[in-house]
């Protein structure tokens, strides 16, 4: 008797465990098999876009190869055609930024300034985000200088001091201020390009900027002790003329 009262009271407590189970699952099993769901079918979704982004950039790159058998070749009819056809295939990959490069490189050969902005244009304003985006305002910066822009160059190369490419930005920086005949701080921009040694490496010609800034306040500096001399010999002079009639006054 005894064990059949141990027996009922185990199953009627595991009778309340299933109920208790039942009612749980009952408020929330349905929860839980939507968020498996979901979370199944975002890993599937996420597998799914990250090969599609895969098959992206692989398409881009065997397209670019291309563009860069002509820019590695001496004909470079077919470059133009070869990088818009990354650009419009491609659009949104780094390959099509590199097409805009060729391009507009291409076009600032030609004297095509017009082009060349625009090309690069195209970079600045649908590639804000990408690391090349920076590289892409630099040049711009000097094509819009080359059209005597130098106000809007300007404003393309206000890089924060933490950017990788601030002191050649610098650099460009110093051109439009140059062109804005704003001297003294064209000055402070090509110091702070100077800077970077690597930049000075690539642009040797910025030392000579420097210097041919620098020269005014130098000549001025050097000319003020003649003018000093000349300033004394003048009065030395006067006195001399001052003195002579008393000498002869004396020798009467």
Avoid: C
Avoid at 60 to 65: E, H, K, T, V
Avoid at 120 to 130: F, K, P, Q, R, S
């Amino acid at each position: 008797m005894r064990k059949y009262q141990e027996f009922k009271v185990s199953y009627e407590t595991e009778e309340q465990q299933v109920e208790r189970l039942k009612e749980w699952w009952s408020e929330n099993g349905t929860p839980l098999v939507v968020g498996a769901i979901l979370g199944l079918a975002g890993f599937g979704g996420w597998k799914y876009w990250n090969a599609q982004q895969i098959a992206y950039q692989e398409g881009a790159s065997d397209l670019y190869l291309k563009v860069a058998e002509v820019v590695a070749s001496d004909n470079k009819d077919g470059l133009v055609t070869a990088a818009e056809a990354v650009k419009t295939q491609f659009p949104k990959s780094s390959y099509a930024i590199l097409s805009a490069f060729h391009i507009a490189k291409n076009a600032v050969e030609k004297g095509e300034f017009d082009k060349a902005a625009s090309e690069l244009t195209w970079v600045v304003d649908n590639h804000a985000d990408n690391e090349l985006a920076p590289v892409a305002k630099i040049r711009l910066a000097r094509v819009l200088l080359q059209q005597g822009k130098a106000e809007e160059a300007l404003k393309l190369v206000e890089f924060e001091e933490t950017s990788g490419y601030y002191a050649l930005a610098n650099l460009v920086k110093g051109d439009a201020l140059i062109a804005l005949d704003k001297k003294s701080e064209a000055l402070a921009a090509y110091e702070i390009a100077s800077a970077d040694l690597e930049v000075v490496a690539r642009h040797p010609s910025l030392q000579l900027k420097m210097d041919s800034l620098a020269e005014p306040s130098v000549v001025e500096t050097a000319e003020a002790p003649k003018q000093e001399t000349q300033d004394s010999s003048e009065q030395s002079s006067d006195s001399d003329e001052t003195q002579q009639p008393a000498k002869e006054e004396e020798s009467k």
